[in-house]
């Protein structure tokens, strides 16, 4: 991108909205071409981030399906069966009220589903249109009586910790909706999360196919683009 006069970006902020466009001026120490290249380098990091989340959103479903197939035994498809700890109530106190953390599992499964657009959708086709978060719920310290110790630990090599694949989701889950809402990610604690979550990527998947690694090794532009951030002496 050509660099460009101070004055000849006055209408970014009608574009952007000067909320969105501050952080990246502010960064650029008020440089508007700079802060531009910025922004665009910024599109170029979520791209690049939701391209590796991709391969391992869709690896660790159908990893997990797997699993949950092979060990629910049921007359339904586990998505399907109201019996199966990812819906069946599962209530706890929280802050003197008795909720149903499950319930949240249920919405998904009912959206997923009217998301398909069809009246009977099949099992495969309602796990397509689950988001990441669903997943990511199912590893959460809540489920690891009823869900992880019995099922979803044998998806993973032995003696796994829960909470460290939790905590890796999770990190990934966080910058998957930071990318997706187009938020910045030039400071230096946003980038250096960005920079987890692709050691996460690639740690999931080296326990799930580790084939994976290499694939996802060999087409991310993750780690280029952020060697090549802009600044003031490019």
Do not use: C
Not at 3 to 19: H, I
Not at 91 to 113: H, M, P
Not at 150 to 162: E, S
Request: aromatic fraction near 6%.
């Amino acid at each position: 991108m050509a660099q460009l006069a101070d004055s000849d970006l006055s209408w970014v902020p009608r574009w952007l909205s000067y909320p969105r466009w501050k952080p990246y001026l502010e960064a650029a120490g008020g440089n508007s071409s700079l802060g531009l290249l910025l922004y665009e380098w910024n599109l170029d990091i979520a791209q690049a981030l939701m391209h590796d989340i991709a391969h391992i959103e869709i690896a660790l479903r159908n990893h997990y399906d797997t699993i949950l197939s092979q060990e629910i035994k049921s007359g339904d498809n586990w998505v399907f069966d109201p019996r199966t700890p990812i819906v069946a109530p599962l209530l706890r106190r929280r802050k003197g009220k008795t909720i149903d953390l499950n319930a949240v599992n249920r919405a998904s499964i009912a959206e997923a589903k009217r998301r398909s657009g069809l009246a009977e959708p099949t099992p495969g086709q309602v796990i397509a249109e689950l988001n990441f978060g669903f997943w990511r719920h199912m590893t959460d310290s809540s489920h690891e009586k009823s869900l992880w110790i019995p099922i979803l630990r044998k998806a993973y090599p032995p003696k796994t910790n829960r909470s460290e694949i939790d905590k890796g989701i999770r990190l990934i889950n966080d910058v998957r909706n930071r990318a997706s809402h187009h938020e910045p990610f030039i400071s230096p604690l946003r980038l250096e999360q960005a920079r987890q979550a692709g050691r996460q990527i690639l740690r999931l998947a080296a326990m799930i196919i580790p084939e994976l690694v290499d694939h996802i090794q060999n087409t991310s532009t993750l780690k280029t683009l952020m060697d090549e951030k802009p600044d003031s002496s490019g």
